[in-house]
T-cell receptor, first 109, second 113 residues
């Protein structure tokens, strides 16, 4: 069973920031928050992960609340190629990746 | 940089036929390797994982088996395919030095008829 809750779908205008929320109210102290995305008919692509602090890389930013019960993945300038299913996963280092249903993000022109 | 290959990309097989899917990783040593299956419209299910040559752990009982004959080669097999084996098969790798983040291959789409 997935330990995260995500909205099933979201829309975003091209060029705008896409903010994808994730609730993980039962997260344990040793569990990281991971984000992957899957573009249709491709393998999942790793985006970013974090434990407590906010993280940023060339793809996205991850904002984790202070109580760690929720997080937001931010794509700062969404493009049509960012249309995909985005998965939020909590796991300890070395633990299993359990994919839920994710959020289907549609970036529209 | 590391890359992961899977082949074939797509496969159509009759029920009862054998199966062999191959996954290879380049650019890293001693990776942990994983096989996942994704049924249409559903999430990924972990099938097997391996922490070294000849070491295979099975996550769910099924009609499939896995082998790791070389450090960076992972093979998924079946002696007799079932209709329910249809799906999208994904191989992934990870290494301890990178937080055990898993990186996925392009996948093999299998249709059993």
């Amino acid at each position: 069973d997935a330990k995260t809750t995500q909205p099933p779908s979201m829309d975003c205008a091209e060029g705008r920031a896409a903010n994808l929320p994730c609730n993980h109210s039962t997260i344990s102290g040793n569990e990281y928050v991971y984000w992957y995305r899957q573009i249709h008919s491709q393998g999942p692509q790793y985006i970013i992960h974090g434990l407590k602090n906010n993280e940023t890389n060339e793809m996205a930013s991850l904002i984790i609340t202070e109580d760690r019960k929720s997080s937001t993945l931010i794509l700062p300038h969404a493009t049509l190629r960012d249309t995909a299913v985005y998965y939020c996963i909590v796991r300890p280092v070395g633990g299993k990746l359990i994919f839920g249903q994710g959020t289907e993000l549609s970036v529209k022109p | 940089s590391q890359t992961i290959h899977q082949w074939p990309a797509t496969l159509v097989q009759p029920v009862g036929s054998p199966l062999s899917l191959e996954c290879t990783v380049e650019g890293t040593s001693n990776p942990n390797l994983y096989w996942y299956r994704q049924a249409a419209g559903r999430g990924l299910q972990l099938l097997f994982y391996s922490v070294g040559i000849g070491q295979i752990s099975s996550e769910v009982p099924q009609n499939l088996s896995a082998s790791r004959p070389q450090d960076r080669q992972f093979i998924l097999s079946s002696k007799k395919l079932l209709l329910s084996d249809s799906g999208f098969y994904l191989c992934a790798w990870s290494v301890w030095g990178r937080g055990e983040t898993q990186y996925f291959g392009p996948g093999t789409r299998l249709l059993v008829l």
